[in-house]
């Protein structure tokens, strides 16, 4: 065990002085370190046969690592890129990577396997000790490095010269300031963009699947519609931004069965919209469970009672699903009577 | 080996016997220019020791490397931008879909490019490889102690790359702007605007207006390709300077001391093993990424705000955040026409305290201690039992919510309900690490007192003897010196004085705060019942002497 | 005949026997089976709402009441259609076998004449979706790529990426898509079994219905291509982490001790 150099502290254990002090006054030490066990052969270090099965395998194994490279390149250029191929118990893979893959690994792995053998069984295994000196600086150095910094401090006068420090220490501060306020452009600022949607008076319900404008009767009782405001395509410039506040989720329950006053109020004849957007942090929720009127989130579980108001029956969301509400016009399809009348999405500071 | 430290070969003055060869005068050449021989002093027979556990940091070191290398390979071809395409590639369930220019390129790496799909697969086979790799050697220098002085700043270094991996990990996984990924950066936007005051104007900044927005993925990218790996890359560098500055931790065993360190020379022998286990390392991710698909875009589709799938999950180092976000009650807090979000804040806030928490831990040790040495030997874990508890009840934690953010393909694949899973992760939260400390302390303490028996006791040696007299004992075997010394090398701290110290003139001075903390923790640590005395050269004389005498 | 005696004690005698009764077992039963279908094509050319009724009265009426009405038990099946129950009694999930937070998939035990006479007692009940004709579910010719957006639209939330099903609340679940007929996908969506919302043809018409059904067909099925290998269960990250940890890491260190074991050192003698 090792002698300690430093004083011990008051709550050393005792053990500590004991051993270490023993371990050289007491030679019959029962515990004491016998030293390093003498060096034991092995059968490469004597049997010269030995020596060259073992150079012959990491001969073998970068001859190997050779052939799985040629192997690389063969399947590179012959095989074609689409081709699939039944391998067990993989299933119906790409012949091009399996084939590339297999090839590049063994290459690689030869390589190393050959070099290990190699340390292994052929180079020296004779154990050496080496000194570790203590990281921290002698007395002496320290005490150099610390007089040489009181000088250069002395030298350059920054204790004595008071305005000078300030008002560096002034220009430093502010300087990153230009970084900072180059960020600026990052991006527009908020203001009142979260509160709004697509969803306007009279916009209509259009459906996500069929991209027709939707009527009250081809909602039918336990079935799921996704739709979004008339006007917004696909291919428009903005349709990720619009569409991940104006995703919207309908459904029809039997009016008897909403227990939510308002709720029954915005909807139309048992048909609800709301936010598909979870008030959590925005997963697009849609776990629409018919028979219990229970919407799921399939990020983090927020379960929503579509029936009473959308109100959060378990996991982490903060409040309900925001309603939209809907009518009929003219025509007989179902149109928006408004925008959200809250925010859509997961909270924020501002949101109230 | 000895290093000719007198003086350098002038290049005019040439050797006396016989011509340098090509190498040797370019090494000359260089060493001149670059001092690279008194480098080659201190490092080339540089002493490593041997074991397995020591390896864990390279399988990190390699994984790094050839992340970078498939990483280049994959900037060759990827397209940081969020512009709209229609997919015309060859996989056919995808053709005339709408998708980011990102997916698209990801697409065609996947499909049109030779190889491209292997790449990408070892890339993120090989990312996952690290981060855990990360986690268990960052486990292996905890659970033996390898954190204590010196090497306290290289605990941090390490600490702080896993951080840097895990959100290099989240901004890579990012980039494809797939249906699965993009959830992932709603889940963030979602998080940030959670943030008091600034959540707003972070989240438009970031996003470059409302999200999704069309900046992101050019922005994560230089993140991902640029800042994160070029601040890592700096601290990997000084993280394996000082391990050789530092030279390797050593377990205890005859002939190595806290003053040396035993093993084999870094030429040839480490530089054959480590470098032949760089070539092991991207074998075999070469191999897993040819048989395992990893992220397979072209099933996940392309990102829409309004699609989403069932068990949208982060990859896994990121999974505990997911169990804590998916676990937390929903509350939310509305107060002057301001919402406070709490149920996404405190998973937030708890998220950096949990790696806080392991991060800082050398130091709360070390202030318990009071130990100002250097240590080199390695603890063995159960001769640390407070540590090696705490370690396992953290893991534990970890595991904890790592099953959180897995409860719906628990629920589906153990037949569970999810919300039985989410109500045990949140009971668990709270109750499993102390269930886990208890346990693992007793398992310490219990093998403690089983080495204690075998130093003073021996060894059983499984064979029966009668003695004369018609009872049946079983032989013990002593221990040899090796043995003995191996089961005796470790100290043992006594607690901190607990007395308050007195000063000059004999008044007792009050203890502050601090120090009664301090001796408190240094009774859970090393208080008897905290830690099974070693056996002590006189018990053992004892013992021994009364073994002759039956 | 001498080596066969002499290998009878072989440990794995045993299970070379099993192997051998059990394919004995299936050969018998395949020889058997289709005598029975027969038998039930030949019934079916009498197909009767009576016969219906019967099947109906034993199988069905303690939980859906004599006269489809519903009970506590079981829900009424007025209206639901024949689709409904082709896909109920198809699928083996009915008749339940026990209560639970979700009645599974399990083997079917009617033929297939049986259960369009009990599809035709229940639309009797009153009117409801048909079954669906090959025509309309025939997934040939579809738009696969149409197909996956509106799987991900309406489908992925409870169904995962490509079907391979998910958690819903208090144990119930959304089942994995493998190995589900065309059909029975199509009278899935035009009913919404169980807890599942219906995509009636009014919001989905028959042309998305088909290609959903061509997407499922080509990204879940068991000769889909996966290109990069090995599936892992199509989970995602999750099954992607253990695979990595056990198979990845688990190696690399198996790896490790090799190479830092000690080589066996030459014997003393």
Redesign the interface.
């Known amino acids: 065990?090792?002698t300690?150099?430093?004083t011990p502290?008051?709550?050393?254990?005792?053990?500590?002085r004991?051993?270490g002090a023993?371990a050289v006054k007491?030679p019959e030490?029962?515990?004491?370190?016998?030293?390093?066990?003498p060096h034991?052969?092995?059968?490469?270090?004597?049997?010269e046969a030995a020596a060259k099965r073992s150079e012959r395998a990491v001969a073998f194994l970068f001859a190997l690592s050779m052939v799985a490279t040629v192997g690389f390149i063969a399947a590179?250029v012959s095989v074609p890129?689409?081709k699939?191929i039944y391998v067990w118990?993989?299933?119906?893979?790409?012949a091009?990577?399996?084939s590339?893959?297999?090839t590049?690994?063994?290459?690689?792995?030869?390589?190393?396997?050959?070099?290990?053998h190699?340390?292994?069984?052929l180079?020296?295994?004779?154990?050496?000790?080496?000194?570790?000196h203590?990281?921290?600086a002698s007395p002496e150095v320290t005490a150099k490095v610390k007089a040489d910094w009181v000088q250069g401090a002395k030298e350059s006068g920054l204790g004595r010269r008071k305005l000078i420090r300030n008002t560096m220490l002034g220009a430093l501060t502010l300087v990153p300031l230009s970084g900072v306020v180059l960020?600026r452009d990052?991006?527009?600022?908020?203001g009142t963009?979260?509160r709004h949607t697509a969803w306007k008076k009279g916009k209509l319900l259009v459906?996500?699947?069929?991209n027709e404008p939707?009527r009250p009767?081809?909602?039918?009782v336990?079935?799921?519609?996704?739709a979004?405001p008339e006007g917004l395509e696909?291919?428009d410039h903005d349709?990720?931004?619009e569409?991940?506040?104006a995703?919207l989720m309908i459904?029809r329950l039997q009016p008897e069965n909403i227990k939510d006053k308002r709720e029954l109020d915005w909807s139309h004849e048992g048909i609800v919209a709301y936010s598909?957007?979870c008030t959590?942090?925005?997963?697009?929720?849609?776990?629409?469970?018919?028979?219990?009127h229970?919407a799921?989130c399939?990020?983090?579980?927020?379960?929503f009672d579509l029936a009473d108001g959308a109100r959060?029956i378990?996991?982490?969301?903060?409040?309900a699903l925001p309603q939209l509400r809907i009518g009929v016009n003219d025509e007989g399809y179902l149109e928006a009577l408004g925008d959200f009348a809250e925010p859509v999405?997961?909270?924020?500071?501002?949101?109230? | 080996m000895s290093i000719d430290t007198t003086e350098k070969p002038e290049p005019s003055g040439g050797k006396s016997r016989g011509k340098a060869s090509g190498g040797e005068r370019f090494a000359d050449w260089t060493d001149g220019r670059l001092g690279i021989y008194s480098l080659a002093r201190a490092n080339m027979r540089k002493i490593f020791p041997d074991h397995w556990s020591f390896m864990l940091g390279e399988i990190v070191l390699y994984s790094f490397v050839i992340i970078i290398l498939t990483g280049v390979y994959l900037t060759l071809f990827f397209h940081p931008s969020m512009n709209e395409v229609e997919y015309t590639g060859s996989y056919v369930p995808m053709q005339g879909q709408l998708m980011s220019e990102a997916f698209n390129s990801t697409m065609h790496i996947s499909f049109d490019v030779r190889g491209g799909l292997l790449i990408r697969q070892i890339h993120h086979w090989a990312a996952l490889v690290f981060l855990a790799g990360m986690f268990v050697h960052m486990m292996r220098v905890f659970f033996t102690g390898a954190f204590r002085k010196p090497r306290e700043v290289n605990w941090l270094f390490g600490w702080l790359l896993f951080i840097l991996g895990m959100f290099t990990g989240f901004t890579g996984y990012s980039l494809p702007d797939d249906l699965l990924s993009g959830t992932g950066v709603r889940f963030m936007e979602g998080a940030i605007l959670a943030v008091p005051v600034v959540g707003t104007y972070l989240s438009f900044f970031l996003f470059g207006g409302e999200f999704p927005g069309g900046d992101f993925v050019a922005r994560f990218y230089s993140v991902h390709i640029l800042l994160l790996p070029g601040i890592m890359l700096g601290l990997l560098a000084a993280h394996l300077f000082l391990v050789f500055y530092h030279k390797h931790t050593q377990w205890a065993g005859p002939g190595r001391t806290n003053k040396n360190v035993v093993g084999m020379p870094f030429l040839p022998v480490y530089t054959a093993k480590a470098g032949g286990f760089f070539f092991l390392v991207f074998g075999v991710i070469s191999v897993v990424a040819a048989i395992a698909t990893i992220n397979p875009i072209w099933a996940i589709g392309p990102y829409r705000p309004d699609q989403v799938s069932t068990g949208a999950q982060p990859d896994w180092y990121m999974g505990f955040s997911e169990g804590l976000i998916r676990v937390m009650p929903g509350w939310e807090v509305n107060f002057w026409g301001h919402t406070l979000v709490l149920g996404v804040l405190i998973p937030l806030l708890i998220f950096p305290l949990v790696l806080v928490s392991i991060g800082v831990y050398p130091f709360i040790e070390a202030w318990i201690t009071g130990d100002k040495r250097e240590h080199h030997i390695l603890d063995r874990p159960r001769n640390a039992p407070t540590r090696t508890g705490l370690g396992v009840a953290w893991i534990t934690l970890y595991m904890v919510l790592l099953v959180g953010g897995g409860n719906d393909l628990f629920a589906t694949h153990l037949h569970l309900s999810i919300n039985a899973i989410t109500w045990f992760v949140r009971v668990g939260f709270f109750a499993a690490p102390v269930i886990a400390f208890l346990v693992t302390k007793r398992i310490c303490l219990g093998l403690q007192r089983r080495d204690r028996d075998k130093v003073l006791h021996g060894r059983e040696s499984g064979i029966i003897k009668r003695l004369p007299h018609g009872e049946f004992i079983e032989v013990h075997e002593p221990l040899a010196q090796e043995a003995l010394h191996k089961l005796t090398a470790h100290e043992q701290y006594e607690p901190a004085a607990i007395a308050p110290p007195t000063d000059d003139n004999g008044v007792a001075k009050k203890l502050t705060r601090g120090e009664k903390l301090r001796a408190k923790l240094s009774r859970g640590y090393y208080a008897e019942g905290n830690q099974i005395p070693k056996p002590t050269v006189q018990e053992y004389e004892e013992i021994t002497s009364g073994h002759g005498h039956h | 005949m001498k080596k066969l005696s002499a290998r009878r004690r072989h440990p794995l005698a045993a299970v070379v026997v099993l192997l051998l009764a059990l394919a004995a077992t299936g050969g018998l039963y395949a020889a058997f089976a289709p005598a029975d279908k027969a038998k039930a094509e030949e019934s079916a050319q009498s197909l009767t709402i009576e016969e219906g009724k019967k099947l109906y009265s034993v199988g069905c009426a303690s939980c859906h009441g004599t006269g489809g009405q519903g009970t506590t038990d079981g829900p009424s099946l007025v209206g639901v259609g024949a689709a409904a129950v082709d896909f109920q009694v198809g699928t083996g999930r009915m008749p339940a076998q026990q209560p639970g937070a979700q009645v599974p998939k399990k083997k079917n035990i009617y033929s297939q004449a049986e259960i369009d006479q009990l599809a035709a007692y229940v639309s009797s009940l009153g009117a409801g979706p048909a079954v669906p004709t090959k025509k309309q579910y025939d997934p040939s010719g579809a738009d696969i790529g149409k197909g996956g957006e509106l799987f991900r639209t309406n489908c992925a939330q409870c169904h995962n990426f490509t079907g391979k099903g998910g958690a819903l609340t208090h144990g119930k679940y959304a089942p994995d898509l493998n190995g589900v007929s065309p059909k029975h996908l199509y009278e899935a969506m035009q009913t919404g079994p169980q807890n599942m919302p219906s995509f009636p043809d009014s919001t989905m018409p028959e042309k998305n219905k088909k290609d959903i059904i061509a997407y499922v067909n080509a990204v879940n099925g068991d000769d889909t291509e996966h290109p990069g290998g090995l599936e892992l269960g199509g989970l995602g990250p999750v099954s992607e982490g253990l695979f990595g940890w056990v198979f990845g890491l688990g190696t690399l260190i198996a790896v490790a001790v090799w190479i830092a074991a000690r080589t066996a050192k030459a014997k003393k003698s």
């Open positions: 065990m090792s300690h150099e430093e502290e008051e709550h050393l254990p005792s053990e500590q004991e051993h023993e007491r030490n029962p515990f004491a370190d016998p030293g390093l066990p034991e052969h092995r059968v490469q270090d004597i049997d590179y890129q689409d699939s118990p993989l299933g119906h893979i790409s091009m990577n399996f590339l893959g297999m590049l690994g063994i290459a690689l792995f030869c390589i190393g396997a050959g070099a290990v190699w340390a292994r069984t180079m020296s295994d004779v154990e050496i000790p080496d000194d570790r203590e990281i921290g960020l990052l991006g527009p600022l908020p963009s979260l459906n996500m699947n069929t939707l009767s081809d909602v039918v336990g079935s799921l519609t996704f979004k696909e291919h349709f990720q931004k569409i991940a506040k995703a459904v598909k957007i959590h942090v925005g997963c697009p929720i849609s776990l629409y469970e018919q028979q219990t229970h799921l399939p990020c983090h579980q927020s379960t959060v378990f996991g982490p969301a903060g409040h999405g997961p909270a924020f500071w501002e949101r109230g």
